[in-house]
């Protein structure tokens, strides 16, 4: 039996009822968070919660027992049998069910909080040999950095990246690279790695804020700057961040190779780096 948790119960996922008029489903009008579990901890909790918590003030919805998810989080992987698995948790929070109406419900009723876990097989082959992605325009909306979930664009754009055989999209905005449909990106031009800098255009990812410290302590310059698409034949490595893939090489963008067509050694090390970091988060 699959277990979840909603609004302030654990229980099994399919008695789990949500109104058809939360606003969630109305309007997409809250937030959610991902965190991953790797057999024994939860990695950078703390990096999740501060990010959750903006998210919600962003757009002024209080959730009170905010406080509660690392908690919440680790019962579900309890109750789930998912301890010595890795494996993700999902939460979502939004503004509660209420009469339709583009106005926050008043008087405010209680949010909808809803999580859940599944146990995943890391993509191992596929960080080793690298992925290919498509490039667009982006064009989501001005306030990528709240981690909404309204993401349509997002998902228009990942199908269009799978149906062209490719795992990831990067956006350009006004011919600046920005972020991918659910990952953040770099670029390495004469041994240096550069990303776009935290700003509205772009979700402040908990993995690349990791990744960009653990470089730093290697050795190796991170520069947080727009990378334009013009630029992208200087590109001699590129590689993508998130809470599942962690570090994957991108060997190709829309069609063209990107450096040797294979990871390069500045991404080879970092993924080395990374591995060495969350082992010793196990000890």
Not at 1 to 17: C, H, I, Q, R, S
Not at 29 to 57: C, L, N
């Amino acid at each position: 039996m699959t277990y979840a948790y909603f609004n302030g119960k654990f229980l099994p996922k399919d008695e789990v009822k949500i109104s058809p008029d939360d606003r969630g489903f109305l309007f997409a009008d809250g937030i959610y968070e991902v965190v991953r579990w790797y057999e024994g901890f939860f990695f950078d909790m703390e990096g999740h919660m501060t990010r959750m918590k903006r998210s919600m003030r962003e757009i002024r919805l209080a959730w009170p027992d905010a406080d509660a998810f690392p908690d919440i989080a680790r019962g579900l992987i309890e109750r789930n049998g998912l301890l010595e698995r890795p494996s993700l948790v999902y939460l979502q929070v939004t503004r509660g069910a209420a009469k339709r109406t583009h106005t926050f419900p008043s008087p405010p009723v209680e949010p909808t909080v809803y999580a859940f876990a599944w146990g995943f097989k890391p993509p191992r082959e596929i960080v080793a040999e690298g992925i290919t992605t498509i490039l667009r325009n982006d064009p989501r909306w001005k306030r990528c950095d709240i981690k909404s979930v309204s993401l349509l664009p997002n998902i228009l754009y990942f199908q269009e990246a799978n149906e062209a055989g490719s795992m990831e999209c990067i956006f350009t905005r006004d011919g600046m690279m920005t972020e991918c449909a659910h990952s953040n990106v770099f670029f390495v031009i004469d041994g240096k790695v550069f990303t776009h800098p935290e700003s509205e255009n772009i979700l402040s990812g908990v993995t690349r804020r990791n990744v960009i410290e653990i470089a730093r302590k290697a050795g190796v310059s991170v520069i947080e700057i727009p990378v334009a698409a013009s630029r992208l034949p200087e590109v001699s490595e590129a590689f993508i961040t998130n809470t599942s893939f962690e570090l994957a090489p991108v060997i190709a963008i829309d069609g063209n190779q990107v450096g040797s067509g294979r990871p390069g050694p500045v991404t080879l090390l970092l993924r080395k780096e990374f591995d060495r970091h969350t082992a010793g988060l196990r000890s």
